[in-house]
């Protein structure tokens, strides 16, 4: 199954001497996406790079597991870190919204038809 592209965002690794990763991440690669205080699963996919090594910064798309949630927080130019529990592995800004307000729609909608 194909992820929706939620965001897209420039996400740079912190470097493993630095604290970060000690080996690549690939695409579907699941860390938690940090902003306001909260972390939320946003699976990531890298479009240009068939891994990103600690230090690499790249083009990611984010596809919320919860799209709702983020609506109208979300925007371009927001930062956010990459986390992996409570440890930093990386940090970012969105670069624009792509199908974000989609996936809620459809997120909601689904949520209401189980009801």
Known sequence: ????????AVVTFIPTEHGGRKGPAF???RPQFYYAGHDWDA???YPDVEQVNPG???????????????????KPGMAFLIREGQKIVGYGSVTK???????AAAALARRSGAG
Do not use: N
């Open 97 to 103: 919204l792509i199908d974000l307000e989609k996936s």
């Open 27 to 29: 695409s579907d690669y």
């Open 43 to 45: 699976p990531q996919q």
């Open 1 to 8: 199954m194909e992820r929706p592209k939620d965001i897209e």
């Open 56 to 74: 690499d910064t790249v083009r990611a798309y984010l596809s919320f597991l919860s799209p709702e949630e983020h609506v109208g927080r979300v």
